[in-house]
């Protein structure tokens, strides 16, 4: 298996632009979270999916950041509009709860640049 | 409510000795418990976990943890460490009784390892 796919690797751009981020999990696995890191804030759980619903969006920081799965291998993290405090790593990781598993397994992440 | 803590921000080890980086945890029922580990601009990699059984857990890289439940602690461990182990070590943790949030894991924030030849 790939392992978790995120794009775009790195992503520059405007303050008050939309940005989009985009993850695909690995397959068979029924949960899918989005995480963002800072060195200010560590590592910050912003939302989570299982089975396509999201679960828990108590993490989003405002009503401009929004969400989707709209299937099982696909899930987007938006942006609008996009501010400088935004700048940070946006991780996706998936995971799988049967057999006992419960580890979760990391995209390689986007480093998002807002100027 | 879960929670996680990693007293240290980070812990310095001379190459070869022993390392130990810290975690402690709260959940109200029996915790699941797991280490990460991030290299420099690297998503964050499964090391091991704690569900039950043996409280020794060895995963990757030579490195193994001791799940204490009177101690409420799960301290990653590796008999001799190695310069290429410099990393950020994450530690987290979920309530294996809790019916909701299944999948979610609680993350601490973290603790620098640096390694010094």
């Known amino acids: ?115 | 409510a879960q929670s996680v803590a990693q007293p240290e921000d980070q812990v310095n080890v001379a190459e070869g000795n022993p390392l130990t980086v810290k975690c402690t945890y709260s959940v109200s029922g029996n915790p699941y418990l797991f280490w990460y580990v991030q290299y420099p601009n690297r998503g964050l990699q499964f090391l091991l976990k704690y569900i039950t059984g043996d409280n020794l857990v060895k995963g990757s890289y030579g490195f193994e943890a001791e799940f204490n439940k009177s101690q409420t602690s799960f301290h990653l461990k590796k008999p001799s460490a190695l310069v290429s182990d410099s990393a950020l070590y994450f530690c987290a943790v979920r309530d294996g009784d809790y019916g909701g949030s299944q999948g979610n894991l609680i993350f601490g924030k973290g603790t620098k390892l640096s390694v010094k030849p």
Not at chain 1, 3 to 10: K, M
Not at chain 1, 21 to 28: E, M
Request: charged share 20%.
């Open chain 1, 1 to 115: 298996d790939a392992g978790v796919i995120q794009s775009p690797r790195h992503e520059v751009t405007e303050m008050g632009q939309e940005v989009t981020l985009r993850c695909k999990p690995i397959s068979g696995h029924d949960y899918l979270f989005w995480y963002r890191q800072t060195m200010m804030r560590g590592l910050e759980l912003l939302i989570y999916f299982n089975n396509n619903v999201p679960i828990d969006d108590s993490g989003m920081p405002e009503d401009r950041f929004s969400a989707k799965m709209p299937n099982a291998s696909f899930s987007t993290l938006k942006i609008q509009p996009s501010e400088p405090r935004d700048s940070a790593v946006y991780f996706c990781a998936s995971s799988w709860l049967g057999a006992g598993r419960n580890e979760q397994f990391f995209g390689p992440g986007t480093r998002l640049t807002v100027l």
